[in-house]
């Protein structure tokens, strides 16, 4: 049987194994598969290489460049996966299990991509949240800005999702304009290793955007500076060790860890048996406890269920696991394949040791179990483990210890305040799960554990459809959780992107803050369009480009007319008595909405032209009453403008309706489609 050489990605070189390379052995046969490590990796060429070729170059990206980049990465990944399938199979992991890792791992790009376009601009500079006023008229102002860090971000992997693992930390930290150096778990490097050759083979980033180290990584942590980032995935031992690196430390280098942790289910008082919520409750603590054999960082390693239903939830559960076919993960009915190897086997066993001194195993016996189409003794496998633990009060080891495998632990509540405790003593986990039909159960967990989790998984009769599962983190949710779990945070949407750059404060006038953010400010200066900005192309719109509108007055007879033909006959516009005693009325006044409508015509151009579609309006605020005999002018101004497609672009426009004595009287953002 040959043995693949496994290589690394170097300064745009691949470099096969060398000095320092180990074994990986298949964890369906125990058999020696391939080899990777090399000691002898130029880090500092890499370091190099990323921070001054991969990053200026994705820095003159804009944010939309990079999107479509990742749509494209993640459609050719899409159309090679089955060679990713194929070959990783020996990691243990099932074909579901592949669909989780690989197809989960290229969902998360096209989300990112998509987030990218929908909600990002297409340029260089980020505005991150609203304008301040820093002084009374306007003329000096305030806006939080994010750009791209100027170094690399380092991403050490665990091996339990070697393309999901990547992916996502890969897909926001391109996003925000970073070169990545990816380093997965040697165990599975080689099936991380196809993924970067097909994302290479693309020609689809720029150059030193990625690289990949198989083994280890040498003193490249010794050689990292203020501007670049260390994202890691694994144990809290090795969280610690590498966060305690005196140059990161020195450096203040940022460093996000996704560590242990012990997840709790609860199943809320109303799940009893019978209904719904208790049938859900023990398919997703199966799932989670057989998916990946167990080897995921968001599975239920405590399930917390009601004193008196610890007995029922035993037994369904231990019925269900009895059902869990285990064996070469190859054949189609295996349903749980092996562990990642015979130390995470040997390991797994020795955590359930530690549990079982507290609690007694009521499910799963890892000498005698039966494993379909393959040799126990050579792979990696193991049955699905349960316990109990009938005093958690007192235990300790069963809150601490995490057997990175099919191992789970029941223990009983006795008011949901009990349970709430009994989940918090976990010290920080990446998720928890209530299952229940009763919403204050919902509230009540969320409100006293919620400090405790990174995300909170809520199912029931009316979700359960829908639901993706406890275990499934989502990219457009955080994916990180505190204490124990690491206190990282990683993916949540834009958000994530953030992580890969820096947040400045940026001070001066309306005009400064409109030329950096490319959105015109108001205040800033206007500029008089060539004609009606309604005939003009999306292309051929500027930002800040103006039109004042010619004035209006607004009589009794149109305010009874809009009334009677809307049907909205609210009294602050019908009866004057009434309205003067609103103490925010003079008297009558004319509808907001009528206000928007006459301003719509005031400014529309009616003409077929490059106007496609009013899409909507945002941050509507009325601030003034116009009363009968008062007249309205508006001022349109283009405040931004964002791409969609090869054929439109959206236009922001910023829209003030204003008085006889120039006083405002309502604000808004008009959103349309306008053709290229």
């Not at 197809?103 to 987030?115: E, S, W, Y």
Request: aromatic residues 6%.
């Amino acid at each position: 049987m040959s043995i693949q050489k496994i290589s690394s990605f170097a300064a745009g070189e691949w470099i096969a194994p060398g000095a320092g390379a180990r074994d990986i052995a298949s964890a369906i046969t125990g058999d020696v598969i391939a080899s990777a490590g090399n000691s002898a990796l130029d880090v500092q060429a890499m370091l190099d290489h990323a921070r001054e070729v991969g990053g200026p170059a994705l820095r003159a990206m804009t944010f939309h460049d990079r999107a479509r980049m990742l749509k494209a990465l993640g459609q050719h990944l899409n159309a090679n996966k089955q060679a990713l399938y194929d070959i990783s199979f020996d990691t243990g992991a099932t074909q579901s299990d592949h669909m989780i890792d690989i197809d989960g791992g290229i969902g998360t790009m096209f989300v990112f991509a998509a987030k990218g376009r929908r909600e990002m601009p297409d340029d260089h500079v980020f505005l991150d949240g609203e304008l301040e006023q820093l002084g009374r008229t306007g003329t000096f102002m305030g806006q939080h800005i994010c750009t791209p860090l100027h170094g690399v971000a380092v991403h050490i992997n665990a091996f339990n999702f070697p393309v999901w693992g990547m992916l996502e930390k890969l897909a926001p930290t391109l996003l925000a304009g970073v070169p990545a150096i990816v380093k997965p778990a040697t165990n599975s490097c080689y099936v991380t290793e196809l993924a970067v050759r097909l994302i290479l083979e693309s020609g689809l980033l720029p150059e030193g955007a990625l690289q990949f180290v198989a083994g280890g990584l040498g003193d490249m942590l010794d050689r990292l500076g203020m501007q670049d980032v260390v994202s890691f995935t694994g144990s809290a031992d090795t969280a610690l060790m590498l966060r305690s690196n005196r140059t990161i430390l020195e450096n203040s280098v940022r460093f996000v860890a996704e560590q242990d942790s012990l997840n709790a289910s609860i199943l809320g008082p109303d799940a009893v048996p019978g209904t719904p919520e208790f049938d859900l409750f023990v398919k997703e603590v199966s799932r989670e406890m057989t998916a990946k054999a167990g080897q995921k960082c968001t599975a239920i390693r405590r399930i917390i269920a009601p004193e008196s239903q610890v007995e029922a939830v035993i037994e369904a559960l231990s019925a269900r696991l009895a059902k869990t076919v285990i064996g070469d993960p190859r054949l189609e009915g295996t349903r749980m394949g092996a562990l990642v190897s015979i130390q995470q086997k040997q390991d797994v066993l020795a955590k359930a040791a530690l549990i079982g001194s507290e609690a007694e195993r009521v499910f799963g016996d890892p000498e005698n179990f039966e494993v379909v189409g393959a040799d126990a003794a050579k792979g990696a496998f193991l049955p699905p483990m349960l316990f109990h633990c009938a005093d958690p009060d007192t235990a300790q080891r069963v809150h601490d210890t995490e057997a990175f495998g099919p191992v789970s632990t029941v223990m009983g509540y006795r008011d949901l305040d009990h349970a709430i405790e009994i989940a918090k003593r976990g010290q920080g986990s990446l998720v928890a799960s209530v299952i229940t039909h009763d919403p204050s159960v919902a509230r009540a967990v969320a409100i006293g554990a919620g400090a405790y989790h990174g995300r909170i998984y809520i199912n029931d009769r009316t979700s359960m459809k829908e639901s993706t599962g406890h275990g499934s983190p989502l990219p457009h949710l955080v994916h990180g959780g505190p204490g124990r779990a690491g206190g990282g945070e990683e993916m949540g949407g834009v958000r994530g992107v953030k992580h890969y750059m820096q947040r400045t404060a940026i001070q001066g006038s309306p005009d400064m803050l409109s030329a950096i953010g490319k959105q015109w400010v108001p205040g800033a200066a206007e500029i008089e369009g060539p004609a009606h900005p309604f005939t003009r192309k999306f292309g051929e719109l500027a930002i800040g480009e103006t039109l004042h509108s010619a004035s209006r007055v607004v009589t009794l007879e149109d305010i009874e007319h809009f009334a009677t033909f809307t049907g909205d006959t609210f009294y602050a516009h019908m009866d004057d008595a009434a309205a003067k005693r609103n103490p925010f009325f003079p008297g009558r006044v004319a509808h907001g909405y009528l206000l928007l409508s006459f301003a719509a015509g005031l400014f529309v151009e009616p003409n077929e032209g490059p106007v496609l579609a009013n899409t909507g309006l945002d941050n509507l605020r009325f601030m003034k009453p116009v009363s009968a005999g008062d007249s309205i002018k508006v001022r349109l101004t283009v405040k931004h403008k964002t791409p969609r497609n090869e054929e439109y672009g959206e236009v922001r426009w910023h829209v003030t309706l204003t008085n006889q004595d120039d006083e405002k009287v309502a604000e808004y953002e008009l959103l349309t489609m306008n053709a290229f």
